[in-house]
């Protein structure tokens, strides 16, 4: 009977192959070949659950950030400039065809660290409904409090109009309370959703 | 050796964290809470039996001098699979860890064992020392990634059992560097009994 450790034992004995050019070539050749080959075949296989999975979170953060609606906001989606040359996705959200907000992702630079993404959901007249966090690399524990699993923080936002309510934190003159410990992040937050209203009013419809 | 002994000696005689110090990059950057400890030590696991298996099956067929890159296109490989595979199923838990798995494509822990041990020793041995190596690397994350976030926040896996705050430090990078310290200085009490 031939054993898993005597397998093993007649592979160790196997010849070592020699370094000479023709035998590195073929070995490094063939390893990157099996391995490209199967890699080619994991990525085709994730590619949906990837894009669903993106999709996914997109639509219920716009779920998230407006009222209750009956159209795929996805499939109605349009680009609005912005003071940046990035421009930024609008999804509005229509509910048997009256406007009742719309969602829009938008960024800012001056945070702790990556560019932060935001989904802030606006109503017709420009009151901030909701406002979800996409992505962002804050600090764990300071800056990250701007997402709403991790504090209530974001729901000062939720009803205001940035007509009235200066989105800009209390340091600089605004209406925003920064969390504490984390202004730079605070003013990242709300400079994106300054962004996106100023953007929204500029191309209402 | 024996055969149980591949495997346990990964957990404290030669914890590749706590004995060996590989690896803590990800070590640090990761164990904020204990899941995420537990989940980069599980993907380890998984890229370190795999490429010890693959590197010890195809070691006669390797040319010496090109050895290293060899191994790295073969962990590469598995790294990206499991890259892909949770950004696909678990993408939650790829926003958390996102930017470390990648980065096992370099952890010490999995290069050295495909060059110390798989590159030596018979496919199952290698299996189990991938096993022990990877099982032991998860231990350690997750007892690191529990001890900050009990301090921390006030909970584990998840579960809140103290409101407020916690010790912010433990969250940040300090903690993990002082969590790391007693916990190495825990292992060598118990090593240095056992010896």
């Given at each position: 009977?031939?054993?898993?450790?005597?397998?093993?034992?007649?592979?160790?004995?196997?010849?070592?192959?020699?370094?000479?050019?023709?035998?590195?070539?073929?070995?490094?050749?063939?390893?990157?070949?099996?391995?490209?080959?199967?890699?080619?075949?994991?990525?085709?296989?994730?590619?949906?659950?990837?894009?669903?999975?993106?999709?996914?979170?997109?639509?219920?953060?716009?779920?998230?950030?407006?009222?209750?609606?009956?159209?795929?906001?996805?499939?109605?989606?349009?680009?609005?400039?912005?003071?940046?040359?990035?421009?930024?996705?609008?999804?509005?959200?229509?509910?048997?065809?009256?406007?009742?907000?719309?969602?829009?992702?938008?960024?800012?630079?001056?945070?702790?660290?990556?560019?932060?993404?935001?989904?802030?959901?606006?109503?017709?007249?420009?009151?901030?409904?909701?406002?979800?966090?996409?992505?962002?690399?804050e600090t764990p524990g300071l800056g990250d409090k701007m997402d709403k699993k991790k504090s209530k923080w974001s729901e000062q936002f939720n009803g205001k109009n940035p007509?009235?309510?200066?989105?800009?934190?209390?340091?600089?003159?605004?209406?925003?309370?920064?969390?504490?410990?984390?202004?730079?992040?605070?003013?990242?937050?709300?400079?994106?959703?300054?962004?996106?209203?100023?953007?929204?009013?500029?191309?209402?419809? | 050796?024996?055969?149980?002994?591949?495997?346990?000696?990964?957990?404290?005689?030669?914890?590749?964290?706590?004995?060996?110090?590989?690896?803590?990059?990800?070590?640090?950057?990761?164990?904020?809470?204990?899941?995420?400890?537990?989940?980069?030590?599980?993907?380890?696991?998984?890229?370190?039996?795999?490429?010890?298996?693959?590197?010890?099956?195809?070691?006669?067929?390797?040319?010496?001098?090109?050895?290293?890159?060899?191994?790295?296109?073969?962990?590469?490989?598995?790294?990206?699979?499991?890259?892909?595979?949770?950004?696909?199923?678990?993408?939650?838990?790829?926003?958390?860890?996102?930017?470390?798995?990648?980065?096992?494509?370099?952890?010490?822990?999995?290069?050295?064992?495909?060059?110390?041990?798989?590159?030596?020793?018979?496919?199952?041995?290698?299996?189990?020392?991938?096993?022990?190596?990877?099982?032991?690397?998860?231990?350690?994350?997750?007892?690191?990634?529990?001890?900050?976030?009990?301090?921390?926040?006030?909970?584990?896996?998840?579960?809140?059992?103290?409101?407020?705050?916690?010790?912010?430090?433990?969250?940040?990078?300090?903690?993990?560097?002082?969590?790391?310290?007693?916990?190495?200085?825990?292992?060598?009490?118990?090593?240095?009994?056992?010896?």
């Open positions: 009977m031939l054993n898993l450790n005597d397998l093993g034992r007649l592979l160790i004995m196997a010849k070592k192959t020699e370094s000479t050019l023709k035998n590195m070539l073929v070995a490094l050749f063939v390893i990157a070949f099996i391995s490209s080959t199967t890699l080619g075949y994991v990525y085709e296989f994730t590619k949906g659950p990837i894009s669903d999975a993106r999709l996914k979170k997109k639509v219920e953060a716009i779920k998230i950030v407006v009222p209750e609606f009956t159209n795929n906001p996805n499939l109605d989606s349009y680009k609005i400039p912005s003071d940046m040359p990035d421009s930024l996705e609008c999804y509005p959200a229509y509910k048997d065809s009256t406007l009742v907000g719309t969602a829009i992702r938008t960024f800012s630079d001056i945070g702790f660290s990556k560019r932060i993404y935001l989904m802030v959901g606006f109503l017709p007249n420009g009151t901030i409904h909701n406002i979800s966090v996409l992505e962002h690399s007509e009235s309510y200066k989105l800009k934190v209390t340091k600089d003159g605004g209406n925003v309370d920064a969390i504490t410990a984390a202004t730079i992040s605070s003013r990242a937050y709300a400079q994106a959703v300054d962004r996106a209203y100023k953007a929204y009013m500029a191309n209402k419809k | 050796m024996s055969k149980i002994n591949l495997v346990t000696k990964g957990f404290l005689k030669e914890n590749a964290v706590l004995v060996l110090f590989l690896g803590l990059c990800p070590t640090l950057g990761t164990t904020t809470s204990a899941i995420n400890g537990l989940a980069m030590g599980l993907a380890t696991t998984f890229v370190l039996i795999m490429s010890n298996t693959v590197v010890s099956l195809v070691k006669s067929l390797i040319p010496d001098m090109v050895r290293i890159p060899a191994f790295i296109v073969i962990i590469a490989t598995f790294v990206t699979v499991v890259e892909l595979t949770m950004q696909a199923f678990v993408p939650e838990l790829f926003e958390v860890l996102g930017l470390f798995i990648p980065l096992i494509v370099v952890n010490c822990i999995i290069l050295g064992r495909a060059e110390a041990f798989a590159s030596k020793n018979n496919v199952f041995d290698s299996i189990l020392d991938g096993l022990g190596m990877g099982l032991g690397f998860a231990f350690a994350l997750t007892i690191l990634g529990a001890i900050r976030e009990i301090l921390g926040s006030g909970a584990i896996f998840g579960m809140k059992f103290f409101s407020g705050d916690g010790m912010l430090v433990f969250v940040l990078a300090p903690g993990a560097f002082l969590v790391l310290g007693y916990l190495i200085a825990i292992t060598n009490k118990i090593n240095s009994k056992k010896a």
